[in-house]
């Protein structure tokens, strides 16, 4: 097999994996090569331009003054892992007969090029969450061509311009699907790659998610919430305007990621800080009410989300996420609301509607559960005591 050059896979590859666009899954990478890729990379100046300026514009919208980037070794084996995940759901992958024992060569060759050291370090964070941020928004997109004699598909191709042309004479019809990350990510084959990888760009899994996607273990994202800057830009974005389901799925996403962690043995701090995270997205859903022209009026969010008839449709953890500052309340009255607050008396009584609306809809039941849950890993404040 003919050697890649790292220019060509930085092209058809890495660019639109930052940028966007079409990407382009060739043969699989091995191991070997990527290695011999590193020492090219000096070579590769224009494409290494592209995918740093392009990482850093990407990271300018989280955080106000970005790193610069440089595409290390581990970013290179990242990158060549996931193409080689993708190739596994190519259509190509079959037309090249690869037999199961192949398959699984391929599949274990991925698995250690995504392996790469875990970091804390904040430039490595971003760096690779910069290079993955669009995980989760691939697709291919297969088109069905039906013409008056027959039809032929296409999968993640353009057919050629000869079975698309005299539309109107030949009755040429389209048809295009979409294949997203479900279907190319989270299958069989891919998904311990997937899986994986996601463990080494915990920014990502913050930020972003589909159905699909591995759970959030919050031991491998809990130093995000130890940056402020980091914290506050995931915070606002899990909080999108729009309806009230779409403001609550990301932070309910990160609240069954928590009721998970409680079944684990996690360290109290952790617990401290993600519990505390959650209470501020709570804070969030308050402090976009605050205009309302009645302060002490129903929260039309709260109503909504925790509406009788949509009970068995709430999102998982959604529970756990609004009642969690009750609980807390019973627990750590220090972590049941964000610091601050009463300086913002709008902010302190719509904070105080949520919380009374709240317990009225999931009853002190609910709340005394989740409290009891949190007492096995926290403990009680030093001047509180216990009866």
């Not at 610069?68 to 995940?85: F, I, P």
């Not at 972590?335 to 607050?341: F, R």
Request: proline share 6%.
């Amino acid at each position: 097999m003919a050697q890649t050059h790292v220019r060509v896979f930085l092209e058809r590859f890495v660019v639109p994996l930052v940028v966007g666009g079409e990407i382009h899954v060739g043969a699989p990478i091995p191991v070997a090569d990527v290695e011999r890729w590193d020492t090219e990379l000096d070579s590769a100046t224009v494409e290494l331009v592209a995918v740093d300026e392009a990482r850093t514009n990407i990271l300018s919208t989280l955080v106000v003054r970005p790193p610069s980037l440089v595409l290390g070794a581990d970013e290179l084996a990242l990158a060549a892992g996931l193409h080689n995940a993708l190739f596994l759901v190519h259509p190509r992958a079959d037309q090249w007969s690869v037999s199961d024992r192949q398959r699984r060569r391929i599949v274990d060759n991925a698995l250690t090029l995504v392996s790469q050291p875990l970091t804390h370090e904040r430039k490595r964070v971003m760096a690779r969450h910069a290079l993955l941020h669009n995980l989760f928004h691939l697709q291919r997109r297969d088109t069905t061509v039906s013409w008056w004699t027959g039809r032929a598909r296409f999968q993640g191709q353009a057919p050629s311009k000869r079975l698309t042309a005299w539309k109107g004479v030949r009755r040429v019809r389209e048809e295009h699907v979409d294949v997203g990350f479900d279907e190319l990510l989270a299958v069989t084959d891919t998904q311990a790659i997937t899986a994986t990888l996601l463990r080494r760009t915990p920014l990502t899994q913050l930020l972003d998610s589909q159905p699909g996607a591995p759970p959030l273990h919050w031991e491998d994202a809990v130093f995000v919430l130890r940056d402020t800057e980091l914290a506050r830009a995931v915070a606002y974005h899990l909080v999108p305007g729009g309806g009230p389901v779409e403001q609550v799925k990301e932070p309910a996403r990160l609240a069954a990621a928590f009721e998970q962690m409680l079944e684990r043995a996690p360290d109290e701090a952790d617990v401290r800080a993600v519990a505390a995270f959650l209470v501020h997205l709570c804070a969030l859903f308050a402090l976009a009410e605050i205009h309302q022209r009645e302060l002490n009026a129903k929260s039309p969010l709260i109503s909504t989300v925790l509406a009788a008839e949509t009970a068995g449709q709430r999102p998982r953890g959604l529970t756990t996420l609004l009642a969690l500052p009750g609980a807390l309340a019973l627990v750590d009255p220090r972590l049941a609301q964000p610091p601050g607050m009463a300086a913002l008396p709008a902010l302190a009584a719509r904070w105080n509607v949520h919380r009374t609306q709240t317990a009225e809809l999931l009853s002190e039941p609910v709340i005394d559960a989740l409290a009891q849950r949190l007492r096995r890993h926290l403990k009680l404040p030093t001047h509180a005591v216990a009866v």
